[in-house]
């Protein structure tokens, strides 16, 4: 709660880049135990007319920073796309075997989404959840090397 209340990142992390398909991920630089606070999704609340305003507007590259869900009957987004420096941004997909979940906390009224440890994390795992949905096409995706 503290580090959603103080709009803050714990420092337990490092940003690496992963590859051309994935991009930056974000890597635990120490333990966490399953059911630890991990990072919040952070960015500008937006209704859902001014989420379908702006995917009319971004580019791809910036759409995917965009977190649709329910919250009281109602359809909202936190719009990540701005680059801010804060983590939760930078957590990549995993359908398969991902080591958080994401959910929604309320704090003084207001939808906070923020992501917890399915399992015990270890130092240099790389942070994931399961974006759900069928619409993520980089999952069929294989980025290549050259040799």
Same mark, same amino acid.
């Given at each position: 709660?503290?580090? #959603?209340? +103080?709009?803050?990142? /714990?420092?337990?992390?490092?940003?690496?880049? @992963?590859? =051309?398909?994935?991009?930056? &991920?974000? $890597?635990?630089?120490?333990?966490?135990?399953?059911?630890?606070?991990?990072?919040?999704?952070?960015?500008?609340?937006?209704?859902?007319?001014?989420?379908?305003?702006?995917?009319?507007?971004?580019?791809?590259?910036?759409? #995917?920073? +965009?977190?649709?869900? /329910?919250?009281?009957?109602?359809?909202?987004? @936190?719009? =990540?796309?701005?680059?801010? &420096?804060? $983590?939760?941004?930078?957590?990549?997909?995993?359908?398969?075997?991902?080591?958080?979940?994401?959910?929604?906390?309320?704090?003084?009224?207001?939808?906070?989404?923020?992501?917890?440890?399915?399992?015990?994390?270890?130092?240099?795992?790389?942070?994931?959840?399961?974006?759900?949905?069928?619409?993520?096409?980089?999952?069929?995706?294989?980025?290549?090397?050259?040799?």
């Amino acid at each position: 709660m503290h580090h #959603v209340v +103080m709009k803050s990142d /714990k420092t337990k992390f490092e940003v690496n880049y @992963i590859n =051309a398909v994935k991009g930056r &991920g974000l $890597f635990a630089k120490g333990s966490f135990c399953k059911g630890d606070f991990i990072v919040e999704y952070r960015g500008e609340l937006i209704n859902y007319a001014e989420l379908e305003r702006r995917r009319k507007l971004y580019h791809p590259s910036c759409a #995917v920073f +965009m977190f649709e869900f /329910k919250w009281r009957g109602k359809t909202w987004c @936190i719009d =990540a796309s701005r680059e801010d &420096g804060s $983590f939760g941004r930078l957590v990549n997909d995993d359908h398969q075997h991902p080591n958080c979940k994401m959910k929604k906390i309320d704090v003084n009224g207001k939808a906070h989404l923020c992501l917890f440890a399915l399992k015990d994390i270890k130092e240099g795992e790389e942070i994931t959840y399961d974006y759900g949905g069928d619409d993520c096409p980089w999952r069929t995706q294989v980025s290549c090397r050259n040799n």
